[in-house]
């Protein structure tokens, strides 16, 4: 059946209202749009790592999440789903359940490009059938903006901040869709917010459908750590994928698919101009060169990309 | 029918796993403990269990995936020794703090580092006040029935809370001694089904692990503690009910040739073997010494173990296991706190020994009996934070 927004937004919602996610946060959207692709006969177990996800959603003696819900720590969500995957298999096997769940994982790019990394690595590996979801807003913004693997080069969060010898993050951020794509799982996507919701829908369909450990790295903006107006939030979005900076695809069995081409790809300019971190890259004397930088490593990335969607 | 056999003790912890069948083992290979998981997956291998089994990439998700099965309803199991238990630690306080009775069979081995894969008892010493029951076996039938009991324990709704049951990484682990097993009926009977009140995939909804606000953390902590508590009463009817079961009665510890002992020791796991031959020898001499055997740590037996020293002229507390307090073990921390309201208590003095695998022979105890003596004869325990076995001291 086509893909209808407003069907799907019938669904009984897993995720709800009364947590205390900031507005114009990309975390609660992510879930939602996540757990509205499973079926609606489908039971649903959901691990958190320690983030913002996790500290606004379940404070006891409230939750927003109406399933099964589990937090243990923070390096440790792919683990933790992956036991609970393991208990429903063996309790499945023996007749102790009758009902059908599905195991999703959601971390931020703290709990999944760094400090649980190894453990995403390993679940991914034995293939247990679950969905590991990173919702990426590119930096520790529960313990304060603090710089991770996957925030982008020349932004500025709190510990690599803009000083007069160094002008924010120097490295570029981490391929991290690319490392769980050598791991050979089924299904692997690069996904956010786009106006219907249809790309993120449908390839969290497809995770959550397809047998085994499948992945999904959603781009999630953090109105906080970017600096960009709450109601701004899908508009940084659409900017992070038509600039490329955030290209839209999948790798079906190890298919590299583009998802999304942009008719006309707009110059980085147009995304980061619109971002509070990147702000001193327009003032600083050298600035022109360094989005120059930044625009070089997006191209070489997205040429890459086709090449290897072809 | 009782099963007679001829088994080390990783072998024992893995027959003893075999019987019960848990729905989920997750485990990691870690010297001295990875022949139990050698044993195990070749019954998984073989379809003699039913178990799923998760072959991990750590420690640390060993225990996440124990915790993540046990959560969803599943009776989950793990082992472990030294650096494994270490890196497990984060972890050991979520599984007690979610009171999920998670088992583990710690092999003990030290610490690093320097890197020793020989027996002390670092590994859980450290882990002592992670909300987890320890239970400690001299031998390999012990570690059997520990392991066993332990799971009525944990699961048990008042208490609800992780076992760890150790034995000595190499010297029970790896010696192959007699044993008696039940018959996996009588285990599978013994330890009945696992039936939460409440579990993830029970088709309801759930949320394990919130966040604990300043208004609820503390309560949930003094529930914890309360359930460590209530736990020694739980321990009793157990090892009660498995005495019936079995004619091995057992006790929050053993006391050994204690009724007019005047010098004692304290001891745990496999040297209480060498501390009661060195008794036996004493005593042939007509000396009035004895030991006492703890097997249960945690919850800490201090009102019985303040009476059956009440009686006693002066006690060497034995540690396998230094805790860089430069006032003593950890054991010694705490049967000498025992002591403290005790109207005559007796002296006191604490050993290390035996550090990562240093042979404990029976002139270690000799020299603990003989310096118990002496503690008796000047009335003076000033110096007691000791050693034996450590050259050059």
Partial sequence: ?310 | MAIRERLSGNEAIATALKQVNPDVVAAYPITPSTEVVHYFSQYVADGKVGTEFVAVESEHSAMSACIGAQAAGARSATVTSACGLALMWELLYVASGHRLPVTLAVINRALSGPININNDHSDSMGARDSGWIQLYSENNQEAYDNYLMSLRIAEHPDVLLPTMTCQDGFITSHAIENIELLETEAVQKFVGKYKPERHLIDGKPMSVGPYDTVQFYFEHQYQRAQAMLGAKKVILDVFKEFGELTGRKYGLFEEYKMEDAERAIVVLNSSAGTAKYVCDKLRANGEKVGVIKLRVFRPFPMAEIAKALAHVKAVAVMDKCDSFSAVGGPVFADVRSACYDLENRPLMINYIYGLGGRDVPVENFETVYAALSEVIKTGKADNFYRHVGVRGV
């Avoid at chain 1, 500290?55 to 999440?65: E, I, R």
């Avoid at chain 1, 803009?162 to 299904?187: F, S």
């Avoid at chain 1, 490329?244 to 079906?252: D, G, K, N």
């Avoid at chain 1, 069995?253 to 971002?275: F, S």
Wanted: glycine share 8%; net charge neutral; aromatic share 10%.
């Fill in chain 1, 1 to 310: 059946m086509a893909y209808n927004l407003k069907q799907e937004c019938c669904k009984p919602e897993r995720f709800v209202g009364g947590h205390r996610l900031c507005a114009g946060c990309g975390a609660g959207v992510a879930v939602r749009g996540v757990l509205r692709a499973l079926n609606p006969e489908d039971k649903s177990v959901s691990g958190v790592a320690t983030s913002c996800l996790e500290v606004s959603s379940v404070l006891y003696p409230f939750t927003a999440w109406n399933e099964g819900y589990i937090h243990s720590a923070f390096e440790n969500v792919a683990a933790t789903i992956a036991g609970c995957e393991a208990a429903y298999k063996a309790k499945k096997r023996k007749g102790e359940i009758k009902d059908s769940y599905k195991f999703t994982a959601f971390a931020g790019d703290g709990g999944t490009y760094d400090i649980g990394l190894q453990s995403l690595s390993g679940a991914l590996e034995r293939g247990h059938d679950m969905v590991y979801v990173c919702y990426d807003n590119e930096a520790y913004m529960n313990t304060g903006l603090q710089r991770s693997s996957a925030t982008p080069k020349f932004a500025e969060v709190s510990t690599s901040p803009v000083g007069t010898e160094i002008p924010g993050k120097m490295q570029h951020k981490k391929d991290l869709t690319e490392i769980v794509v050598g791991h050979g799982v089924p299904y692997v996507a690069q996904t956010t917010f786009t106006a219907n919701f249809k790309d993120l829908h449908e390839k969290a369909y497809k995770a959550h459908y397809t047998p085994g450990a499948n992945f999904l790295n959603i781009l999630a903006p953090c109105p906080r750590g970017w600096r960009y107006a709450p109601e701004d939030l899908m508009k940084i979005c659409k900017l992070a994928v038509d600039t490329c900076v955030w290209p839209l695809y999948e790798v079906v069995e190890g298919e590299w698919k583009l998802t999304y081409e942009p008719k006309n790809k707009l110059p980085i300019e147009d995304y980061i101009k619109e971002q509070g971190r990147f702000r001193h890259l327009f003032s600083m004397p050298n600035g022109e060169e360094m989005i120059a930088d930044l625009q070089a490593h997006v191209d070489k990335k997205w040429e890459k990309l086709l090449k290897k969607c072809k």
